[in-house]
């Protein structure tokens, strides 16, 4: 089944630089690959997401990249502010099944 | 148009008891699936439920179970509850169809077992 590693655990940046996740996984079949934000004691939220026909979306200050042949996707936040701090998860669905498979999550501060 | 809605959003049990949580889903999503979400385990997929049909199943033991009414409600019951099933547990719902996947989650249960 499909697996996901998704890097750094933490990432602490001061306002207004960018901060970039990324994510690796292993099921080649997988096409379909959000990205939710969770804010402390709240649900997970979808931020962006990004189809296997496309290499790149850019929604405002947040873009997602998806390689197919190295299997990685990355999430970009240019100019981040301070609300913007969160735990961030990226996912992979399995073609076969419709299942979504999560990575570890990233929490990101952004310093005032 | 409403969001997916969980209940109870916070249960205290006792180890050995059983409990069931409530999901319902976005009007229309006819899929939903259940997460337990933990510190040092991030967002594990417990089952997800189709058209009144568990679809896929995670690894979690038998004690987990769940159901899908024909109002696509869905019941997650776990029982002879232990320590370690102290969770937030989440659930998702979706259209469920090849290109129309977008799942949105609920805002959760949390269950402690004492």
């Known amino acids: 089944g499909e697996n996901v590693e998704q890097h750094p655990s933490t990432l602490s940046v001061q306002e207004g630089d960018s901060a970039v996740i990324k994510c690796t996984y292993s099921d080649s079949a997988s096409n379909y690959f959000p990205w939710y934000k969770q804010e402390l004691g709240k649900r997970p939220q979808l931020i962006i997401d990004?189809?296997?026909?496309?290499g790149e979306k850019k929604d405002q200050r947040i873009a997602v990249t998806l390689n197919k042949t190295a299997k990685h996707f990355s999430l970009h936040i240019t100019e981040t502010q301070p609300e913007d701090s969160a735990v961030y998860f990226c996912a992979a669905q399995e073609a076969s099944s419709y299942k979504l498979i999560f990575g570890s999550g990233t929490r990101l501060l952004v310093r005032p | 148009k409403a969001g997916v809605t969980q209940t109870p959003r916070y249960l205290i049990k006792t180890r050995g008891q059983q409990v069931t949580l409530s999901c319902s889903p976005i009007?229309?999503?006819?899929?939903v699936s259940w997460y337990q979400q933990t510190p040092g385990q991030g967002l594990q997929f417990l089952f997800e439920y189709f058209s009144e049909t568990q679809r896929n199943k995670g690894n979690f033991p038998g004690r987990f179970s769940g159901r899908q009414f024909s109002n696509s409600r869905s019941e997650m019951n776990v029982s002879t509850l232990e320590l370690g099933d102290s969770a937030l547990y989440l659930c998702?719902?979706?259209?469920?169809?090849?290109?129309?996947?977008?799942?949105?989650f609920g805002q959760g249960t949390r269950l402690t077992v004492v």
């Open positions: 009007s229309g999503h006819r899929s």
């Open positions: 990004i189809r296997s026909n496309v």
């Open positions: 998702a719902s979706s259209w469920g169809r090849t290109g129309d996947t977008e799942a949105f």
